[in-house]
């Protein structure tokens, strides 16, 4: 089995990883505008093999994973050098504008479009680790418009990572993804920003700090590179979500000029809610 | 040696049992308002006996870990009970208040203002746990009000506990903590509270979770009877902090609104900057 990895960091990195260990006969290309690396993943034995778009004509599995600016000018050309035999998966966290971009391109058969809910904060080929999917879960979109011979190829290698699938239109998928995950990392980048802002004059503040921030600012050592184009493509979600957050944040701040601590403990009694959520949520228990 | 814990929580609970198992032959007397707490903590080996107020005379350490709103009301009651040479401390996340209820008060000398920078997003008894302080801050606040001897008997404690002690005067210390906790915890109920609401209708959404929404939203399962009266009490610092974090956030929104990418990169790369500064916080590693 001939895997390419289009974009070898922590999202193609792990996968690749994960399929190697399932399938010691498989042999894991990788393809990366960034030498380095390449020649990273090579040492660490993320890959096994450097390649460029042409081998891809010899692919079985081909996992583009790469921001997804550069996935909708990059997977057309990756359509269009496969065989008729082998699948080609995204793991971009927007859904709609890729499913556009290839839609009717002669090869969409050969593609489905995924999402896998699964990560850390943490990018590049080390970054890669084992198991990183086990138990997450794996959002499928347009599956009906991908051959139904290379729908089972992937959801074989995706049992065998342990992955949950979910099935979803594009449009209810990028609405969706915008509250539990771009909103999360807007919140987190402002967090960090407004406290840097006032360690400026304040040397001592972070000396304050607890595993509280640390784990509400986690989010904002994301990678620019990465979660720009994800706002751009997600443009009209992600400023929905931004307004009404902002409101209940006005709210909130009100309540607290008015003295309304009874409406403060409502708010947050009521948001407490989010335990038993969470605990029905797949997570990698640390 | 007698020690007191008056409110036998995650705070107070952590502390007795470090400071038993540093000092095996050190008793520990539970003091709460709700008895359910105090046989469990006898029950779990939080506490060896419960007490009462009036036994408070025979104390040498008490430790008084209760909501900030109680803490003023019951701190002056404490030290009116304690012998000369008991040390009283407490753990409340705000400082000014509390330091200026007791700031006559003739046992004055026998208090230490601190905050333990450490917790959990769990409460109670049962969330008490051991190392919960280890190479954590411990901030201290008009250190000179305290008498010495007391002062060393209460460092002795904390060197045992594994902590780092720093010096703030109590108006510094609610106006740093507002910005690295009680902002955070702010953002995280205000996020977890945008994506309920959002959640009424629309009933899969957490299906699509993942471990960034989650860190980002743990504060939001706190104590709503602990949190209260902290952005009560420190109202004004909290309000100056929502402030510059809501226009923050419009900001980041008016940038996607004006499709300024340039700009939204430049404000998360310049972010990331917390990735070094959270290298430098003292936390529990898990």
Redesign the interface.
Known sequence: MNVFVIGVGLIGGSMAKDIKKENPEAIVYGIDINDNHLDEALSIGVIDKKAVYKDLSIADIVIVSVPVDIMVSELPKVLDVVNDEAVVLDAGSTKALICNTVANHPKRRNFLACHP?????FSGPAAAINDLYKG??N?ICEVEKTAFKLQEKALAIFQQLGMRI?Y?NPEA?DK??A???H?????????????????KN?R???????????????????S??M???I??QN?DN??E??????H???A??TM??E?D?DG????????????E??N??P??K?
């Open positions: 809910i699964a990560g850390t904060e997450k879960t959002i979910r979803m998928h969706h993804i509250y539990v995950s909103l999360s990392h807007i919140s987190s980048f402002m967090l960090g920003k407004t406290v840097i802002e006032k360690e304040e001592d503040i972070f000396d304050m700090a607890g595993s509280g921030f640390e784990s509400t600012v986690r989010l904002a050592k994301s620019p590179a979660w720009t184009p706002f751009k443009k992600v400023i979500t931004l307004e009404e957050y902002i209940n944040l006005e909130f701040k607290i000029i003295d601590y403060i403990y409502k708010e947050m009694n009521s948001t407490n809610r989010i335990k959520i969470l029905g949520i997570l990698n640390k």
